[in-house]
């Protein structure tokens, strides 16, 4: 962002809906909360930047029906805050300290669920893309439009929610938010296993994917040579102590503290992070190969800042990613027609948001317009 | 004499694999929407992505509709052939498991597979599909990703769109789309739950999920539809989750009972209330207790439990076979399936029946109440045109109720031909605009699955969303 960049905070719905029009075609950079760092837009990109940090109320929360509504700029902090006092949560937890953004309490929702970090509960991607529920939003062209709903179950209408979770903002700005909540168990605690080599804590890890099958998370953590399992549990006090005694882990963290305990490790990452994911029955061949660290979660997602040096197996997908830099909503689709079809999205839906976010989609573009030229 | 368009299609595949007699094309006229009946142009057999491809070009270039179709349980119309007569691509010949991973827990299958034979062919490793329409035992993958299908375990764990991992489709370019959760955006999600209008489904890569170690089902009848809906509120805000929350009100019982489905639900019952745990047999034996007092809290008539596996088929027979036992009502039923906010449940539910009889209508429900998905059903005598008029009638007043509860005219069955007009008691011209230019960046020249979904005709300014107050809010 450059002195010239213009800013506008609008202060109302109505008013970013007007600042979007006006700026159709500017390249904006949309930031909602204040660890929003240039992300998706080098220095000097953009002319305009749409801050939407005063869009910060909770519309609604309906304890009983598991639900509410945010705007965009309501803080991670200031969510949990009204849903403590109730026994609510999201399910994917109040994220942990993102790699790449640094402090949790000030991320917005806006900017959590653009940039799609992979949170240790959610069993991957499946889980935070199935908490937005419905959206309010206006496109680069500056045109609004609502998708999904209220309610925890719906299929009315094409699911756009999907779009906007993980796009870094690229196809249109997410004003208000519909969220589905969950209600936290009697127990929860946080165990840690004693640390293990390398093998035989995948070989744990492995073995308890198969035994335990329903963990709330469950993270192999890797530090060089050593590595040990988080596991978090959740249920009636019954349970978790027969859980308790059948691992032999020790329990760290309880409650409140263990339900945001869990991965705050990956806040000293340094340097390059790399996401991705991988088949769980092929990590340990490639965890041979050199130092690492970082964390792999339930189903295969990872964010580790050192991976080995060799080329990953086929089943292991990495995504480099800067700090403070392009994530994985960055990365490009391998298929030749899912970039297709992203880019019809991008032309369709997102004018001049984020313009470097998807910036594969520009060079697929001027590759494929000289691959034109030439012939 | 066969025209152009006839005599490419039968280069394409050969004379075993279309179909043109009228006898074999009336059997694909209409799915499980009793409504609307069109007869396609002439039905195909594929047995590859390939031949999909080549099918939907052709259609393309003859500028015919084209209209995949799994085993045509869709209860919105999704699956009815459009009026203006299409090719039809049947997709029963599109059945195997093409290779899986226990260990990854993933599956890629062919469309037309069944959604139970999946979890047959897996079940031997400890795992299975999750995603469990009622339909399961006929409807295909492909159509429950098309519709995006739930079912009573979708409480726990999630909807179709849930179990996804990638999709391979031809699109409405006649073009290959390789869409993965792993990069780029998010065109898994998109697709899922597209109605079949973006393309056509090639290959899909599903979730298998561990099968549980134990299930146990509790039954607990009411003597009011209050205290039942009441009794899975108090369920949902506890912190357990339990697999599945089901009622049956009091006409589902009593025509259950009196058919081959019979469960030996209570006959002095206005409702029954279906719950399930599933999960590590600690878990199960731990929550079962607190399930229990929730259960009586509301002054249930009976509670009986059980984990055997005889016994909990009994429990669920009625409850899966209550659309079927429906049939001793009337001869046609017309499904609803609106969602309301599960604390709205029980009061929403009385203005049903008070719609159904303004409208003198047979009505009773069985519905997933953990979610807030009814399931009105609307008994009618098809041949009675009258009364075909007045279900119709009674079905699009009760989907405007669910939206003025602040629902949805849809949980899980689709829009369709069904509920394209209803689609105005929820979004506003902007809203469609939105879904319309999404439509255009798949399929631009509406070639798939086209006159559905989207409703007919202009004025949409009048739309139901106005009447929720500020634009902002969903
Ligand atoms: C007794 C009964 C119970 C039911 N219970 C449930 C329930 O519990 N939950 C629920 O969600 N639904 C339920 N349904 C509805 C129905 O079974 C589901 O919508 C199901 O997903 C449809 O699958 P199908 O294979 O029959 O698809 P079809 O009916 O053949 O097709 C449905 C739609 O999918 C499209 N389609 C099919 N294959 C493809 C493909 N390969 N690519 C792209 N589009 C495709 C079709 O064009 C059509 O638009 C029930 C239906 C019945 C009759």
Redesign the pocket.
């Known amino acids: 962002m450059s002195e010239r960049t213009q800013v506008l905070r609008p202060e109302s719905i109505e008013e970013a809906i007007q600042a979007v029009r006006e700026l159709q075609g500017v390249p904006t950079l949309v930031k909602c909360g204040g660890s929003a760092r240039n992300r998706g837009v080098s220095p000097g990109e953009t002319e305009a930047c749409l801050d939407l940090s005063s869009l910060n109320k909770i519309t609604r929360l309906d304890p009983d029906d598991l639900s509410c509504g945010v705007q965009a700029g309501v803080s991670m902090k200031e969510l949990e805050e009204a849903l403590a006092p109730h026994g609510l949560a999201l399910e994917s937890g109040p994220f942990a300290p993102s790699p790449s953004t640094g402090a949790m309490g000030s991320r917005s929702i806006g900017g959590v669920l653009a940039e799609a970090p992979p949170a240790p509960r959610s069993f991957d991607r499946g889980r935070l893309r199935s908490q937005l529920i419905g959206l309010f939003a206006v496109d680069g062209h500056g045109r609004s439009f609502k998708a999904g709903g209220r309610v925890v179950k719906n299929v009315a209408g094409y699911d756009l929610c999907k779009l906007f979770v993980g796009s870094g903002g690229a196809f249109f700005v997410g004003l208000e938010f519909q969220l589905r909540l969950i209600a936290l168990p009697a127990r929860i605690v946080l165990l840690t296993s004693p640390p293990f080599g390398l093998e035989e804590g995948i070989a744990k890890w492995r073995e308890l994917r198969k035994n335990l099958p329903t963990p709330r998370a469950m993270d192999l953590v890797f530090e060089e040579n050593s590595c040990r399992i988080e596991l978090l549990l959740g249920g009636s006090s019954a349970y978790v102590e027969s859980q308790i005694r059948r691992t032999g882990f020790e329990p760290r963290l309880e409650g409140e503290a263990a339900w945001k305990g869990i991965g705050k490790e990956g806040a000293d990452f340094e340097g390059t992070v790399f996401r991705g994911s991988c088949l769980p029955s092929r990590l340990s061949a490639w965890l041979q190969e050199g130092p690492l660290r970082g964390r792999i979660h339930y189903q295969g997602a990872f964010a580790w800042d050192r991976v080995p040096g060799g080329a990953p197996p086929e089943g292991i997908l990495v995504h480099p990613t800067q700090l403070g830099g392009t994530q994985v909503p960055g990365t490009p689709p391998r298929d030749p027609g899912a970039r297709r079809i992203a880019m019809e999205l991008k032309r369709s839906f997102g004018g001049g948001l984020m313009p470097e976010r998807l910036s594969f989609l520009t060079s697929a573009a001027s590759m494929e317009r000289s691959k034109e030229e030439r012939s | 004499m066969k025209n152009r368009f006839e005599q490419k299609l039968l280069e394409l595949l050969g004379k075993e694999r279309v179909f043109w007699d009228p006898a074999a094309r009336l059997c694909y006229s209409l799915?499980?929407y009793p409504i609307q009946k069109h007869t396609p142009r002439a039905v195909a057999l594929p047995e590859t992505g390939q031949e999909i491809q080549a099918l939907v070009k052709l259609a393309l270039e003859e500028g015919v509709p084209i209209?995949?179709?799994?085993?045509?349980?869709?209860?919105?119309g999704?699956?009815t052939p459009p009026k203006e007569p299409c090719l039809l691509?049947e997709?029963a010949r599109?059945r195997n498991l093409l290779s899986w991973s226990p260990e990854d827990r993933y599956a890629i299958v062919q469309?037309?597979l069944?959604?139970l034979d999946l979890s047959v062919l897996v079940g031997p490793k400890g795992l299975y599909y999750a995603?469990?329409?009622?339909?399961?035992k006929?409807?295909?993958?492909?159509?429950?990703?098309?519709?995006?299908?739930?079912?009573?375990h979708?409480f726990k764990y999630g909807?179709?769109t849930d179990h996804i991992l990638a999709v391979r489709?031809v699109d409405g370019r006649g073009e290959f789309v390789h869409a993965d959760l792993e990069d780029g955006p998010d065109l898994v999600g998109l697709f899922t739950g597209?109605?079949?209008?973006?393309?056509?489904?090639?290959e899909?890569k599903v979730r298998l999920s561990p099968s549980p170690e134990r299930i146990k089902t509790f039954l607990a009848s009411y003597p009011s539809m209050e205290s039942a809906c009441k009794a899975v509120s108090r369920i949902v805000r506890c912190g357990i989750v339990p697999a599945a929350l089901e009622i049956l009100d009091r006409l589902t019982i009593e025509a259950v009972e009196a058919s081959v489905f019979a469960a030996g639900y209570p006959r002095d019952a206005e409702a029954v209330l279906l719950v399930e745990l599933d999960g590590p047999a600690t878990e199960v034996e731990a929550d079962s207790p607190r399930v229990v007092d929730l259960l009586e809290e509301e002054r249930p008539l009976a509670i009986e439990s059980t984990t055997d596996a005889e016994q909990r088929l009994r429990l669920w027979k009625g409850r899966k076979g209550a659309?079927?036992a429906m049939g001793r009502l009337k001869p046609n039923i017309f499904?609803l399936d609106g969602v309301v906010p599960t604390s709205k449940l029980a009061s929403t539910l009385e203005q049903v029946a008070k719609i159904g009889k303004k409208h003198g209508i047979v009505l009773s429900n069985v519905f997933?109440a953990g979610d807030g998905n009814l399931h009105p059903n609307l008994s009618f005598d098809g041949r009675d045109p009258d009364e075909t008029k007045r279900a119709m009638a009674a079905g699009m007043e009760i989907l405007d109720l669910c939206v003025r509860e602040g629902g949805s005219i849809s949980?899980?069955?689709?829009i369709?031909f069904e509920k394209r007009e209803a689609m105005r008691f929820m979004f506003d011209e902007e809203d469609l605009d939105a879904f319309g230019r999404l439509r255009a960046c798949f399929d631009p020249r509406r070639v798939?699955?086209p006159e559905?979904f989207f409703p007919t005709g202009g004025g949409c300014k009048e739309g139901r969303s106005a009447q929720f107050g500020e634009k902002s809010i969903v």
Do not use: W, Y
Not at chain 2, 67 to 76: H, I, K, W
Not at chain 2, 131 to 136: A, G, V
Not at chain 2, 411 to 414: A, N, R, T, Y
């Open positions: 799915d499980g209209l995949p179709r799994g085993a045509g349980t869709c209860l919105s999704g699956a691509v997709l599109m469309p037309g069944v959604n995603p469990d329409p009622s339909s399961q006929a409807s295909t993958i492909g159509g429950n990703l098309a519709e995006n299908a739930g079912g009573p979708c909807m179709t489709f597209s109605e079949g209008t973006f393309g056509i489904a090639t899909i659309f079927g499904v997933h949980g899980e069955h689709g369709g798939c699955n559905k």
